[in-house]
C-alpha cells in the first residue's frame, strides 16, 4: 500500500486538484455529463480557493501525486466580497473574449441554476454562527481509504486553532456516501430544500442539504 500524506496545497498542486474537480463534479463522475467546458466550471467555483485563500486548502497525495483535495473558506462574507470583486470579473472578461465554450448541456444546465435560484431551491447558513465552508473531492481510484476523514479533520484542527465558530457545507441526498461521512464526523442537517432539477435529471426526489458542525465556542 502507497503511503498517503495530507499536507498544505501548494500552487503546483493546482492542475491536479482543478482535474479532480472536474472528474468528479457529476456526483462523482466527470463534469461533462452537464457541461462541455469545465474551465469555466472550475474558474467559477475553484479558483476562489486555489488563487484567493490557498491557506485553508489541503491535498492528499500518494506516490503518483495528488489524489484528493480539501478547499475552504474561513469567513463566508469574506468569501462573497472578494468573489464579486475579483472571480466574478475574471469570469465576465473570460466570457466577453470567448474563453468559454458553451453548448446545449451548459445552458440546460445554467438554465437549471437560475430556475433553483427562483424558485428558492438552495440552502442557506447562517455566516454568524457558521461563517467557514468547504469543499471536498477524492479521485475516485483513491475512494473507501479513509481520505476524505483525514482531510476534514486536518481541516477542522486549522479552524480550531484559528477560533472559527462553526463549518458548513452543501450537498445533495444523492451523495449517501459523503452525508453518511459528515453526520458521523459530528455534522447536523440544518436546512433541506427539494430541488428540482437533478430530481428531474434522475427521475428521482432529490434534497439539496446544507449540514453544520460547531467548531469553537
Not at 118 to 131: I, K
Not at 173 to 189: D, P, W
Not at 191 to 200: C, H
Request: hydrophobic share 40%.
Amino acid at each position: 500500500m502507497p503511503e498517503l500524506l495530507i499536507r498544505p496545497y501548494q500552487p503546483k498542486d493546482r492542475e491536479s486538484v482543478f482535474r479532480i474537480a472536474a472528474d468528479t463534479a457529476f456526483f462523482g463522475a466527470p463534469i461533462e455529463a452537464y457541461m462541455e467546458d469545465r474551465e469555466v466550471f472550475l474558474d467559477a467555483f475553484y479558483a476562489y480557493y486555489t488563487d484567493l485563500e490557498p491557506e485553508h486548502a489541503w491535498v492528499a497525495c500518494a506516490e503518483d501525486g495528488v489524489v484528493g483535495f480539501l478547499t475552504g473558506c474561513v469567513d463566508g462574507r469574506v468569501h462573497d466580497r472578494k468573489f464579486r470583486r475579483t472571480i466574478l470579473p475574471r469570469l465576465i472578461g473570460n466570457l466577453l473574449r470567448g474563453k468559454y465554450q458553451f453548448g446545449k448541456r451548459s445552458l440546460g444546465y445554467l438554465a437549471g441554476l437560475v430556475g433553483g435560484v427562483l424558485r428558492g431551491e438552495f440552502t442557506h447558513a447562517d455566516l454568524v454562527s457558521y461563517p467557514a465552508h468547504l469543499h471536498i473531492n477524492v479521485d475516485s481510484a483513491w475512494r473507501g481509504r479513509g481520505l476524505g476523514q483525514r482531510l476534514m479533520e486536518t481541516y477542522l484542527q486549522q479552524l480550531r486553532r484559528l477560533g472559527v465558530p462553526g463549518v458548513y457545507l452543501e450537498t445533495t441526498s444523492l451523495n449517501e456516501v459523503a452525508c453518511r461521512l459528515y453526520e458521523k464526523m459530528g455534522f447536523r442537517l440544518m436546512n433541506v430544500r427539494p430541488d428540482r432539477f437533478w430530481a428531474k435529471w434522475f427521475g428521482q426526489p432529490v434534497e439539496n442539504r446544507c449540514y453544520g458542525l460547531k467548531v469553537s465556542d
